[in-house]
Protein backbone atom coordinates (compact mmCIF):
# COMPACT_ATOMS: atom_id res chain seq x y z
CA UNK A 1 0.00 0.00 0.00
CA UNK A 2 2.65 2.08 0.84
CA UNK A 3 4.22 2.01 -3.07
CA UNK A 4 0.76 2.36 -4.30
CA UNK A 5 0.09 5.97 -2.15
CA UNK A 6 3.68 7.06 -2.88
CA UNK A 7 2.51 6.64 -7.13
CA UNK A 8 -0.70 8.10 -6.25
CA UNK A 9 0.66 11.55 -4.18
CA UNK A 10 3.24 11.82 -7.35
CA UNK A 11 0.79 11.61 -9.53
CA UNK A 12 -1.79 14.32 -7.80
CA UNK A 13 1.25 16.93 -7.50
CA UNK A 14 2.20 17.30 -11.45
CA UNK A 15 -1.60 17.17 -11.63
CA UNK A 16 -1.55 19.79 -8.93
CA UNK A 17 0.60 21.95 -10.96
CA UNK A 18 -1.55 22.09 -14.23
CA UNK A 19 -4.06 24.13 -11.95
CA UNK A 20 -4.32 28.13 -11.43
CA UNK A 21 -4.56 30.16 -7.91
CA UNK A 22 -8.26 29.77 -8.63
CA UNK A 23 -8.52 26.16 -10.28
CA UNK A 24 -8.21 27.45 -13.64
CA UNK A 25 -6.42 25.89 -16.36
CA UNK A 26 -3.23 26.66 -17.26
CA UNK A 27 -1.16 27.19 -20.53
CA UNK A 28 1.26 24.41 -20.91
CA UNK A 29 4.28 27.20 -20.84
CA UNK A 30 3.37 28.22 -17.59
CA UNK A 31 2.65 25.25 -15.83
CA UNK A 32 6.42 23.75 -17.41
CA UNK A 33 7.32 27.14 -15.88
CA UNK A 34 6.23 25.87 -12.34
CA UNK A 35 7.53 22.53 -12.59
CA UNK A 36 10.87 24.26 -13.72
CA UNK A 37 11.02 26.31 -10.51
CA UNK A 38 9.91 23.14 -8.61
CA UNK A 39 12.77 21.08 -10.28
CA UNK A 40 15.56 23.51 -9.80
CA UNK A 41 14.72 25.49 -6.64
CA UNK A 42 13.22 22.64 -4.09
CA UNK A 43 15.10 21.27 -0.95
CA UNK A 44 13.01 18.19 -0.99
CA UNK A 45 13.54 15.10 -3.38
CA UNK A 46 10.63 13.68 -3.71
CA UNK A 47 9.70 17.15 -5.24
CA UNK A 48 12.09 17.54 -7.58
CA UNK A 49 11.29 13.93 -9.06
CA UNK A 50 7.88 14.74 -9.37
CA UNK A 51 8.17 17.68 -11.49
CA UNK A 52 10.84 16.00 -13.54
CA UNK A 53 8.44 13.32 -14.00
CA UNK A 54 5.33 16.11 -14.67
CA UNK A 55 7.71 17.62 -17.69
CA UNK A 56 8.51 13.97 -19.16
CA UNK A 57 4.77 13.39 -19.27
CA UNK A 58 4.41 16.45 -21.34
CA UNK A 59 7.13 16.55 -23.68
CA UNK A 60 5.42 13.66 -25.71
CA UNK A 61 2.28 16.14 -26.46
CA UNK A 62 4.05 19.86 -26.06
CA UNK A 63 7.33 19.03 -27.15
CA UNK A 64 8.41 22.57 -28.26
CA UNK A 65 7.64 23.89 -25.67
CA UNK A 66 9.34 21.69 -23.19
CA UNK A 67 12.61 22.12 -24.99
CA UNK A 68 12.47 25.88 -24.73
CA UNK A 69 11.73 26.06 -21.23
CA UNK A 70 13.60 23.22 -19.64
CA UNK A 71 15.76 21.38 -21.88
CA UNK A 72 19.05 23.76 -20.61
CA UNK A 73 17.83 22.08 -17.33
CA UNK A 74 17.56 18.61 -18.10
CA UNK A 75 20.98 19.13 -19.55
CA UNK A 76 22.17 20.62 -16.43
CA UNK A 77 20.56 18.05 -13.91
CA UNK A 78 22.01 15.09 -16.29
CA UNK A 79 25.79 16.58 -15.80
CA UNK A 80 25.51 16.75 -12.21
CA UNK A 81 27.78 13.96 -10.75
CA UNK A 82 25.45 12.52 -7.91
CA UNK A 83 22.95 11.16 -10.81
CA UNK A 84 24.45 8.14 -10.97
CA UNK A 85 23.55 7.23 -8.11
CA UNK A 86 19.75 8.47 -7.73
CA UNK A 87 18.29 5.99 -10.52
CA UNK A 88 14.64 7.18 -10.40
CA UNK A 89 16.38 10.66 -11.52
CA UNK A 90 18.44 9.33 -13.98
CA UNK A 91 15.79 7.29 -15.52
CA UNK A 92 13.56 10.35 -16.40
CA UNK A 93 16.08 12.54 -17.26
CA UNK A 94 17.20 9.98 -20.12
CA UNK A 95 13.70 9.09 -20.52
CA UNK A 96 12.89 12.78 -20.77
CA UNK A 97 15.63 13.16 -23.38
CA UNK A 98 14.80 10.31 -25.61
CA UNK A 99 11.68 11.68 -26.31
CA UNK A 100 13.02 15.15 -27.12
CA UNK A 101 15.76 14.22 -29.56
CA UNK A 102 13.35 11.91 -31.52
CA UNK A 103 12.95 13.01 -34.83
CA UNK A 104 9.82 12.48 -36.79
CA UNK A 105 10.05 11.67 -40.66
CA UNK A 106 7.76 12.66 -43.47
CA UNK A 107 9.49 9.77 -45.63
CA UNK A 108 12.47 7.86 -44.69
CA UNK A 109 15.07 10.03 -44.23
CA UNK A 110 13.66 13.48 -44.83
CA UNK A 111 12.60 14.84 -40.70
CA UNK A 112 9.26 16.76 -40.48
CA UNK A 113 9.62 20.34 -41.51
CA UNK A 114 7.40 21.20 -38.17
CA UNK A 115 9.51 18.75 -35.40
CA UNK A 116 11.61 20.50 -33.38
CA UNK A 117 13.30 17.31 -32.40
CA UNK A 118 16.46 18.34 -35.03
CA UNK A 119 16.94 21.89 -32.82
CA UNK A 120 17.05 19.59 -29.08
CA UNK A 121 19.92 17.34 -30.87
CA UNK A 122 21.60 20.55 -31.74
CA UNK A 123 21.78 21.38 -28.40
CA UNK A 124 22.44 18.31 -26.90
CA UNK A 125 25.30 17.91 -29.39
CA UNK A 126 26.90 21.99 -28.77
CA UNK A 127 29.17 20.82 -26.09
CA UNK A 128 30.56 17.44 -25.24
CA UNK A 129 29.91 17.20 -21.68
CA UNK A 130 26.02 15.64 -22.08
CA UNK A 131 27.26 13.30 -24.23
CA UNK A 132 30.52 12.45 -21.83
CA UNK A 133 27.27 12.45 -18.89
CA UNK A 134 25.72 9.74 -21.02
CA UNK A 135 28.30 7.47 -21.26
CA UNK A 136 29.49 7.83 -17.39
CA UNK A 137 26.40 6.23 -16.45
CA UNK A 138 26.75 3.35 -18.55
CA UNK A 139 29.20 2.56 -15.41
CA UNK A 140 26.00 1.92 -13.50
CA UNK A 141 25.01 -1.80 -13.08
CA UNK A 142 21.36 -0.42 -13.66
CA UNK A 143 19.82 -2.77 -16.23
CA UNK A 144 17.30 0.54 -16.79
CA UNK A 145 20.23 3.26 -16.59
CA UNK A 146 21.96 1.36 -19.29
CA UNK A 147 18.95 0.01 -21.52
CA UNK A 148 18.12 4.01 -21.58
CA UNK A 149 21.33 5.59 -22.10
CA UNK A 150 22.15 3.04 -25.04
CA UNK A 151 18.42 4.30 -26.63
CA UNK A 152 19.51 7.68 -25.91
CA UNK A 153 22.93 7.73 -27.77
CA UNK A 154 21.44 4.85 -30.39
CA UNK A 155 18.63 7.92 -31.20
CA UNK A 156 21.43 10.51 -31.69
CA UNK A 157 23.05 8.24 -33.98
CA UNK A 158 20.46 7.97 -36.30
CA UNK A 159 19.62 11.99 -36.68
CA UNK A 160 20.46 13.68 -39.56
CA UNK A 161 24.32 14.54 -40.87
CA UNK A 162 26.63 16.00 -39.50
CA UNK A 163 25.25 15.40 -36.39
CA UNK A 164 26.43 11.75 -35.84
CA UNK A 165 29.99 13.14 -36.61
CA UNK A 166 29.69 15.08 -34.15
CA UNK A 167 28.56 12.54 -31.45
CA UNK A 168 31.44 10.69 -32.27
CA UNK A 169 33.85 13.12 -31.86
CA UNK A 170 32.29 13.42 -28.42
CA UNK A 171 32.83 10.12 -28.09
CA UNK A 172 36.66 10.50 -28.52
CA UNK A 173 36.89 13.22 -26.16
CA UNK A 174 35.14 11.32 -23.36
CA UNK A 175 37.24 9.01 -20.44
CA UNK A 176 36.99 5.48 -21.09
CA UNK A 177 33.97 6.50 -23.41
CA UNK A 178 34.46 3.84 -26.22
CA UNK A 179 35.67 1.11 -23.50
CA UNK A 180 32.26 1.75 -21.54
CA UNK A 181 30.44 1.08 -24.72
CA UNK A 182 32.79 -2.03 -25.53
CA UNK A 183 32.33 -3.59 -22.60
CA UNK A 184 28.47 -3.61 -22.38
CA UNK A 185 29.16 -6.64 -25.32
CA UNK A 186 29.95 -8.85 -22.44
CA UNK A 187 26.70 -9.08 -21.06
CA UNK A 188 24.67 -11.33 -20.26
CA UNK A 189 21.68 -9.21 -20.80
CA UNK A 190 20.57 -10.08 -24.46
CA UNK A 191 18.75 -6.63 -24.64
CA UNK A 192 21.84 -4.26 -23.57
CA UNK A 193 24.20 -6.18 -25.99
CA UNK A 194 21.95 -6.15 -28.83
CA UNK A 195 21.65 -2.03 -28.37
CA UNK A 196 25.48 -1.77 -28.28
CA UNK A 197 25.79 -3.69 -31.51
CA UNK A 198 23.46 -1.11 -32.96
CA UNK A 199 25.67 1.28 -31.90
CA UNK A 200 29.14 0.19 -32.88
CA UNK A 201 27.22 -0.85 -36.38
CA UNK A 202 26.58 3.28 -36.67
CA UNK A 203 30.09 4.48 -35.14
CA UNK A 204 32.45 2.04 -37.13
CA UNK A 205 31.25 2.69 -40.23
CA UNK A 206 33.51 5.34 -41.25
CA UNK A 207 35.03 6.80 -38.35
CA UNK A 208 39.26 5.57 -38.71
CA UNK A 209 40.03 6.49 -35.59
CA UNK A 210 36.95 4.47 -33.65
CA UNK A 211 37.44 1.47 -35.58
CA UNK A 212 40.76 1.65 -34.30
CA UNK A 213 40.16 2.16 -30.35
CA UNK A 214 37.39 -0.48 -30.66
CA UNK A 215 39.73 -3.17 -32.32
CA UNK A 216 42.78 -2.35 -30.26
CA UNK A 217 39.94 -2.67 -27.03
CA UNK A 218 39.47 -6.60 -27.66
CA UNK A 219 36.55 -5.51 -30.19
CA UNK A 220 37.00 -8.63 -32.35
CA UNK A 221 37.54 -11.11 -29.76
CA UNK A 222 34.44 -9.87 -28.10
CA UNK A 223 32.60 -9.89 -31.67
CA UNK A 224 33.59 -13.56 -32.37
CA UNK A 225 32.76 -14.48 -28.49
CA UNK A 226 29.53 -13.70 -29.23
CA UNK A 227 28.94 -15.56 -32.46
CA UNK A 228 29.87 -18.38 -30.84
CA UNK A 229 27.75 -18.12 -27.86
CA UNK A 230 24.49 -17.28 -30.23
CA UNK A 231 25.38 -20.30 -32.17
CA UNK A 232 27.45 -19.92 -35.63
CA UNK A 233 26.23 -18.67 -38.58
CA UNK A 234 23.16 -21.10 -38.78
CA UNK A 235 21.48 -20.86 -35.40
CA UNK A 236 22.69 -17.51 -34.42
CA UNK A 237 20.44 -15.31 -36.90
CA UNK A 238 20.64 -11.69 -36.79
CA UNK A 239 22.62 -11.09 -34.02
CA UNK A 240 25.22 -13.11 -35.77
CA UNK A 241 24.93 -11.07 -39.27
CA UNK A 242 25.59 -7.94 -36.88
CA UNK A 243 28.16 -9.06 -35.60
CA UNK A 244 29.85 -10.24 -38.85
CA UNK A 245 28.88 -6.32 -40.43
CA UNK A 246 30.64 -5.04 -38.20
CA UNK A 247 33.94 -6.79 -38.16
CA UNK A 248 33.85 -6.00 -41.56
CA UNK A 249 33.61 -2.28 -41.32
CA UNK A 250 36.46 -2.55 -38.81
CA UNK A 251 38.45 -3.70 -41.16
CA UNK A 252 37.56 -1.67 -44.50
CA UNK A 253 39.82 0.33 -45.95
CA UNK A 254 41.72 0.64 -42.38
CA UNK A 255 44.81 -1.16 -42.86
CA UNK A 256 46.40 -0.78 -39.11
CA UNK A 257 43.29 -3.12 -37.98
CA UNK A 258 43.70 -5.65 -40.73
CA UNK A 259 47.22 -6.15 -40.10
CA UNK A 260 46.12 -6.45 -36.25
CA UNK A 261 43.32 -8.97 -36.87
CA UNK A 262 46.10 -11.37 -38.60
CA UNK A 263 48.52 -10.40 -36.03
CA UNK A 264 46.06 -11.31 -33.07
CA UNK A 265 45.36 -14.98 -35.12
CA UNK A 266 41.81 -14.26 -35.95
CA UNK A 267 41.91 -15.21 -39.50
CA UNK A 268 42.36 -18.78 -37.87
CA UNK A 269 38.68 -18.12 -37.23
CA UNK A 270 37.21 -17.81 -40.90
CA UNK A 271 37.37 -21.29 -41.68
CA UNK A 272 35.20 -23.02 -38.76
CA UNK A 273 32.72 -20.15 -39.02
CA UNK A 274 31.89 -21.99 -42.12
CA UNK A 275 31.61 -25.41 -40.24
CA UNK A 276 34.64 -26.54 -42.32
CA UNK A 277 36.77 -29.37 -40.39
CA UNK A 278 39.71 -27.58 -38.34
CA UNK A 279 41.84 -30.33 -39.37
CA UNK A 280 44.66 -29.54 -42.06
CA UNK A 281 43.95 -33.13 -43.37
CA UNK A 282 40.16 -33.57 -42.89
CA UNK A 283 38.54 -36.96 -42.43
CA UNK A 284 35.92 -37.74 -44.99
CA UNK A 285 33.35 -37.77 -43.42
CA UNK A 286 33.52 -34.09 -41.85
CA UNK A 287 34.05 -33.23 -45.08
CA UNK A 288 30.85 -35.04 -46.37
CA UNK A 289 29.12 -32.89 -43.40
CA UNK A 290 30.78 -29.38 -44.59
CA UNK A 291 29.83 -30.15 -48.29
CA UNK A 292 26.20 -31.21 -47.45
CA UNK A 293 25.28 -28.69 -44.80
CA UNK A 294 21.67 -27.29 -44.94
CA UNK A 295 21.53 -23.21 -46.19
CA UNK A 296 18.84 -21.50 -44.78
CA UNK A 297 18.41 -17.40 -46.57
CA UNK A 298 19.82 -16.11 -42.63
CA UNK A 299 22.68 -18.44 -42.59
CA UNK A 300 23.71 -18.02 -46.54
CA UNK A 301 23.81 -13.93 -45.37
CA UNK A 302 25.88 -15.15 -42.43
CA UNK A 303 28.33 -16.70 -44.58
CA UNK A 304 28.43 -14.48 -47.20
CA UNK A 305 29.44 -11.98 -44.82
CA UNK A 306 32.27 -14.28 -43.30
CA UNK A 307 33.59 -14.74 -46.81
CA UNK A 308 33.37 -11.04 -46.75
CA UNK A 309 36.01 -10.70 -44.05
CA UNK A 310 38.22 -12.64 -46.47
CA UNK A 311 38.12 -10.85 -49.53
CA UNK A 312 38.79 -7.82 -47.29
CA UNK A 313 41.66 -9.37 -46.42
CA UNK A 314 43.21 -9.83 -49.98
CA UNK A 315 41.87 -7.07 -51.47
CA UNK A 316 44.68 -4.61 -50.68
CA UNK A 317 48.38 -4.56 -51.98
CA UNK A 318 51.73 -4.69 -51.00
CA UNK A 319 53.38 -6.98 -48.13
CA UNK A 320 50.16 -6.90 -45.79
CA UNK A 321 48.26 -8.44 -48.57
CA UNK A 322 51.20 -11.02 -49.08
CA UNK A 323 51.07 -11.51 -45.47
CA UNK A 324 47.60 -12.13 -45.68
CA UNK A 325 47.48 -14.42 -48.34
CA UNK A 326 50.10 -16.65 -46.23
CA UNK A 327 47.60 -16.64 -43.14
CA UNK A 328 44.53 -17.68 -45.14
CA UNK A 329 46.84 -20.72 -46.32
CA UNK A 330 48.05 -21.16 -42.74
CA UNK A 331 44.62 -21.07 -40.95
CA UNK A 332 42.77 -23.38 -43.58
CA UNK A 333 40.82 -21.10 -45.75
CA UNK A 334 42.16 -21.83 -48.81
CA UNK A 335 41.26 -25.60 -49.00
CA UNK A 336 37.96 -24.21 -47.27
CA UNK A 337 37.13 -22.03 -50.13
CA UNK A 338 38.47 -24.74 -53.03
CA UNK A 339 36.13 -27.01 -51.26
CA UNK A 340 33.23 -25.09 -51.04
CA UNK A 341 33.45 -23.26 -54.70
CA UNK A 342 34.05 -27.48 -56.13
CA UNK A 343 32.74 -30.22 -53.94
CA UNK A 344 29.87 -28.89 -52.33
CA UNK A 345 26.41 -28.47 -52.24
CA UNK A 346 26.40 -24.55 -51.62
CA UNK A 347 24.00 -22.34 -53.29
CA UNK A 348 25.80 -21.14 -56.54
CA UNK A 349 25.98 -17.75 -54.95
CA UNK A 350 28.36 -19.18 -52.09
CA UNK A 351 29.92 -21.00 -55.06
CA UNK A 352 31.03 -18.01 -57.01
CA UNK A 353 31.43 -15.82 -54.07
CA UNK A 354 34.12 -18.84 -52.76
CA UNK A 355 35.63 -19.03 -56.04
CA UNK A 356 35.84 -15.27 -56.67
CA UNK A 357 37.93 -15.23 -53.15
CA UNK A 358 39.87 -18.23 -53.74
CA UNK A 359 40.75 -15.85 -56.70
CA UNK A 360 42.34 -13.39 -54.92
CA UNK A 361 43.54 -15.47 -52.58
CA UNK A 362 46.19 -17.33 -54.94
CA UNK A 363 46.92 -14.58 -57.32
CA UNK A 364 50.53 -13.73 -56.77
CA UNK A 365 50.67 -15.97 -54.44
CA UNK A 366 53.27 -19.04 -54.85
CA UNK A 367 52.75 -21.10 -51.81
CA UNK A 368 48.78 -20.85 -52.34
CA UNK A 369 49.18 -21.61 -56.43
CA UNK A 370 51.11 -24.69 -55.53
CA UNK A 371 49.09 -25.63 -52.99
CA UNK A 372 45.85 -25.36 -55.25
CA UNK A 373 48.18 -27.11 -58.00
CA UNK A 374 48.59 -29.96 -55.42
CA UNK A 375 45.62 -30.44 -54.07
CA UNK A 376 42.74 -33.18 -54.66
CA UNK A 377 39.20 -33.12 -54.11
CA UNK A 378 35.91 -35.18 -55.04
CA UNK A 379 33.45 -32.96 -56.72
CA UNK A 380 29.93 -33.64 -55.24
CA UNK A 381 27.19 -34.29 -57.97
CA UNK A 382 23.40 -34.53 -57.68
CA UNK A 383 22.01 -37.58 -58.94
CA UNK A 384 19.31 -37.51 -61.19
CA UNK A 385 15.77 -38.09 -60.91
CA UNK A 386 15.10 -42.30 -61.25
CA UNK A 387 14.68 -43.77 -64.84
CA UNK A 388 10.84 -42.83 -65.70
CA UNK A 389 10.01 -40.64 -63.34
CA UNK A 390 9.40 -37.00 -63.74
CA UNK A 391 11.68 -34.85 -63.47
CA UNK A 392 9.70 -31.86 -62.29
CA UNK A 393 8.10 -34.08 -59.29
CA UNK A 394 12.06 -35.35 -57.64
CA UNK A 395 12.76 -33.10 -54.53
CA UNK A 396 14.34 -29.96 -55.71
CA UNK A 397 14.80 -28.68 -51.58
CA UNK A 398 16.71 -31.95 -50.45
CA UNK A 399 18.39 -33.52 -53.57
CA UNK A 400 20.81 -36.84 -53.30
CA UNK A 401 24.21 -36.27 -53.84
CA UNK A 402 27.62 -38.36 -54.98
CA UNK A 403 30.96 -37.80 -55.16
CA UNK A 404 33.28 -37.65 -57.96
CA UNK A 405 36.54 -39.80 -58.87
CA UNK A 406 38.88 -37.67 -57.06
CA UNK A 407 40.71 -35.34 -59.45
CA UNK A 408 42.76 -32.24 -59.10
CA UNK A 409 41.74 -29.18 -58.00
CA UNK A 410 43.05 -27.31 -61.66
CA UNK A 411 41.03 -30.21 -63.05
CA UNK A 412 38.18 -29.28 -61.22
CA UNK A 413 37.95 -25.61 -62.27
CA UNK A 414 39.17 -26.54 -65.82
CA UNK A 415 35.63 -28.78 -65.91
CA UNK A 416 33.51 -26.18 -64.13
CA UNK A 417 34.06 -23.62 -66.20
CA UNK A 418 33.78 -25.36 -69.39
CA UNK A 419 31.26 -28.17 -68.72
CA UNK A 420 29.10 -26.63 -66.04
CA UNK A 421 28.08 -27.76 -62.94
CA UNK A 422 28.26 -31.50 -62.30
CA UNK A 423 25.30 -34.07 -62.52
CA UNK A 424 21.76 -32.48 -62.46
CA UNK A 425 22.91 -29.44 -60.54
CA UNK A 426 22.85 -27.60 -64.28
CA UNK A 427 20.55 -24.92 -64.45
CA UNK A 428 16.53 -26.04 -65.51
CA UNK A 429 15.51 -22.27 -65.47
CA UNK A 430 16.60 -19.16 -66.78
CA UNK A 431 17.34 -18.09 -63.50
CA UNK A 432 19.65 -21.20 -62.54
CA UNK A 433 21.30 -20.49 -65.85
CA UNK A 434 22.46 -17.41 -64.54
CA UNK A 435 23.49 -18.36 -61.56
CA UNK A 436 25.52 -21.48 -62.89
CA UNK A 437 27.16 -18.59 -65.58
CA UNK A 438 28.24 -16.60 -62.44
CA UNK A 439 30.05 -19.80 -61.14
CA UNK A 440 31.54 -20.57 -64.40
CA UNK A 441 32.80 -17.11 -64.12
CA UNK A 442 34.16 -17.17 -61.05
CA UNK A 443 36.13 -20.43 -62.21
CA UNK A 444 37.73 -18.53 -64.95
CA UNK A 445 38.70 -16.20 -62.49
CA UNK A 446 40.08 -18.69 -60.70
CA UNK A 447 42.18 -20.19 -63.50
CA UNK A 448 43.58 -16.76 -64.40
CA UNK A 449 44.91 -16.11 -60.90
CA UNK A 450 46.62 -19.41 -60.87
CA UNK A 451 48.01 -18.89 -64.22
CA UNK A 452 49.11 -15.43 -63.23
CA UNK A 453 53.32 -15.17 -62.91
CA UNK A 454 53.11 -18.92 -63.00
CA UNK A 455 55.03 -19.80 -66.48
CA UNK A 456 55.32 -23.74 -64.74
CA UNK A 457 51.91 -24.25 -64.56
CA UNK A 458 50.87 -22.31 -68.23
CA UNK A 459 53.51 -24.48 -69.98
CA UNK A 460 52.18 -27.29 -68.44
CA UNK A 461 48.93 -27.42 -69.19
CA UNK A 462 49.71 -25.93 -73.16
CA UNK A 463 51.90 -29.13 -73.39
CA UNK A 464 49.32 -31.49 -72.71
CA UNK A 465 46.21 -30.36 -74.55
CA UNK A 466 46.09 -32.64 -77.21
CA UNK A 467 48.44 -35.38 -75.90
CA UNK A 468 45.55 -38.52 -74.09
CA UNK A 469 46.03 -39.58 -70.35
CA UNK A 470 47.11 -43.12 -70.11
CA UNK A 471 44.56 -45.14 -68.60
CA UNK A 472 45.43 -48.67 -66.53
CA UNK A 473 42.84 -50.86 -66.53
CA UNK A 474 41.85 -50.23 -62.41
CA UNK A 475 41.56 -46.66 -63.29
CA UNK A 476 38.94 -46.43 -65.92
CA UNK A 477 36.76 -44.83 -63.37
CA UNK A 478 39.22 -41.97 -63.33
CA UNK A 479 39.25 -38.56 -65.37
CA UNK A 480 39.77 -39.31 -68.55
CA UNK A 481 40.79 -35.83 -69.25
CA UNK A 482 43.98 -33.47 -68.06
CA UNK A 483 43.09 -29.86 -67.95
CA UNK A 484 44.77 -28.95 -70.70
CA UNK A 485 43.29 -31.88 -72.92
CA UNK A 486 39.98 -30.95 -71.97
CA UNK A 487 40.40 -27.45 -72.87
CA UNK A 488 41.38 -28.82 -76.20
CA UNK A 489 38.59 -30.35 -76.49
CA UNK A 490 36.24 -27.69 -76.19
CA UNK A 491 38.36 -25.27 -78.50
CA UNK A 492 37.45 -27.97 -81.59
CA UNK A 493 33.86 -28.54 -80.51
CA UNK A 494 30.76 -26.27 -81.59
CA UNK A 495 28.10 -26.38 -79.95
CA UNK A 496 24.75 -27.94 -81.73
CA UNK A 497 22.62 -25.76 -83.84
CA UNK A 498 19.45 -27.37 -81.60
CA UNK A 499 21.41 -26.44 -78.28
CA UNK A 500 20.33 -24.03 -75.69
CA UNK A 501 22.13 -20.45 -75.44
CA UNK A 502 24.08 -22.12 -72.82
CA UNK A 503 26.28 -24.52 -74.89
CA UNK A 504 27.90 -21.11 -76.68
CA UNK A 505 29.83 -20.21 -73.56
CA UNK A 506 31.54 -23.51 -73.52
CA UNK A 507 33.36 -22.22 -76.95
CA UNK A 508 33.72 -18.27 -75.20
CA UNK A 509 34.97 -19.59 -71.49
CA UNK A 510 37.60 -22.04 -73.39
CA UNK A 511 39.09 -19.09 -75.48
CA UNK A 512 39.62 -17.24 -72.81
CA UNK A 513 41.05 -19.56 -70.87
CA UNK A 514 43.23 -20.14 -73.51
CA UNK A 515 44.56 -16.62 -74.24
CA UNK A 516 45.42 -16.84 -70.10
CA UNK A 517 47.41 -19.59 -71.14
CA UNK A 518 49.58 -17.98 -73.57
CA UNK A 519 49.36 -14.02 -72.71
CA UNK A 520 52.50 -12.31 -72.22
CA UNK A 521 54.71 -16.16 -72.47
CA UNK A 522 56.25 -16.81 -76.20
CA UNK A 523 57.42 -20.66 -74.77
CA UNK A 524 53.61 -20.98 -74.75
CA UNK A 525 52.96 -19.85 -77.84
CA UNK A 526 55.63 -21.56 -79.63
CA UNK A 527 54.30 -24.83 -78.26
CA UNK A 528 50.44 -23.82 -78.89
CA UNK A 529 51.40 -23.48 -82.82
CA UNK A 530 52.82 -26.88 -82.98
CA UNK A 531 49.67 -28.21 -82.01
CA UNK A 532 48.49 -30.46 -84.36
CA UNK A 533 44.03 -31.18 -84.90
CA UNK A 534 42.75 -34.02 -85.61
CA UNK A 535 41.49 -37.94 -84.93
CA UNK A 536 45.44 -38.59 -83.88
CA UNK A 537 47.64 -36.19 -82.18
CA UNK A 538 50.52 -38.43 -83.19
CA UNK A 539 49.97 -36.81 -86.72
CA UNK A 540 52.77 -35.01 -87.62
CA UNK A 541 50.90 -33.95 -90.98
CA UNK A 542 47.82 -33.00 -89.41
CA UNK A 543 47.07 -29.42 -89.87
CA UNK A 544 47.82 -27.12 -86.61
CA UNK A 545 45.89 -24.41 -85.21
CA UNK A 546 47.23 -21.67 -86.42
CA UNK A 547 46.24 -23.32 -89.76
CA UNK A 548 42.69 -24.07 -88.94
CA UNK A 549 41.90 -20.43 -87.51
CA UNK A 550 40.94 -17.81 -90.05
CA UNK A 551 41.79 -14.24 -89.42
CA UNK A 552 39.14 -11.92 -88.58
Not at 46 to 65: F, Q, V
Not at 273 to 297: G, K, N, R
Not at 402 to 408: E, F, I, K, N, V
Request: glycine content about 8%; overall charge negative; hydrophobic content about 40%.
Amino acid sequence: MSFLSSLQGTVLQGYAALQGPQGQPQSPTDTLVKLLDRLQNSSQHEDRRSSLLGIKGMARDWKSEVGQVALPAILDLLAEPGLVDDLDMAKAVLETLNILCEIEETEPGRPSKTDCGVTHVDTFLMKPEPTHAVLSLLSTTSFYIRFFSLQLLGTLLTTPPPRPLTLQAHFLTAPGGLGTILSILDETREILRNEVLLILLNITEKNADIQKIIAFEGGFDRLFHIIDVEGGIGAGGIVVQDCLLCVGQLLRYNVSNQNYFRETSCIPHLAPMLLFPPAQDPHPVALDSFATQPWSEQKLNNALLVLALARTMVSGAGAGKIANQRAILVGGLTRCLAEMGLASAAPPVLKAEALHILAHVIRGSEINQEFISKLVLNPLAASSPPPGQDPSYSDREKPEFYRLPPQSAILALFSLALEGLPGAQNPSSAEDELHTLSVRAAALSVIDSFLDGNLDAQLGIVATMNTPIPQLPEQSSGPSHSPGSLLFEALQSLPPTDAGGMAAYTSFFASLIFAHLLRGFEPAKKLAREIRIGSDPADSHGPTMTRTTKPV
